[in-house]
């Protein structure tokens, strides 16, 4: 629909990467957490960054089926690119700009970041098994 430069953080990056040569293709929550191998909350809450702002009208990402909060996200829910994304200011969809995609995610609590290293040392512990 039209050229955007977005800034984005590096995870939402690694998540928007999972679409580079498949544009069209539908990816599930659990094919999205192999590829991007980013630890289950900070996934959850990367992608519900991208499929659920409401000061924006059309999203980055689309999913099924529709949740109410990022810990809602199941195995089998999938993400594909919305292909009509698009900024609207003073109830105009613009062609090209500048989006900011920073500034929507929440930075992880000292709880949730304990919890993350947790699964990370068991992660490496399962590995080096």
Same mark, same amino acid.
């Given at each position: !629909?039209?050229?955007?430069?977005?800034?984005?953080?590096? /995870?939402?990056?690694?998540?928007?990467?999972?679409?580079? !040569?498949?544009? %069209?293709?539908?990816?599930? /929550?659990?094919?999205? $957490?192999?590829?991007? +191998?980013?630890?289950?909350?900070?996934?959850?809450?990367?992608?519900?960054?991208?499929?659920? /702002?409401?000061?924006m009208k059309r999203q980055v990402l689309l999913?099924?089926? +529709? @949740?109410s909060s990022p810990k809602d996200f199941h +195995? *089998?829910? *999938?993400?594909? @690119?919305?292909?009509? /994304?698009?900024?609207?200011?003073?109830?105009?969809? %613009?062609?090209?700009?500048?989006?900011n995609l920073i500034g929507r995610l929440q930075?992880? *609590?000292?709880?949730?970041? +304990?919890?993350?290293?947790?699964?990370?040392?068991?992660?490496?512990?399962? $590995?080096?098994?």
């Open positions: !629909q039209g050229r955007f430069d977005l800034d984005v953080t590096t /995870f939402q990056m690694a998540v928007l990467f999972s679409w580079n !040569q498949r544009q %069209q293709q539908h990816i599930s /929550f659990d094919n999205l $957490r192999l590829a991007t +191998e980013l630890p289950d909350p900070e996934l959850r809450r990367t992608l519900w960054s991208l499929v659920a /702002f409401p000061k999913y099924s089926p +529709e @949740v +195995e *089998t829910s *999938t993400f594909w @690119v919305n292909m009509d /994304f698009a900024p609207v200011k003073n109830g105009k969809t %613009q062609k090209r700009g500048k989006v930075l992880s *609590t000292e709880k949730t970041r +304990e919890l993350d290293n947790e699964g990370i040392v068991q992660l490496r512990i399962l $590995r080096t098994q």
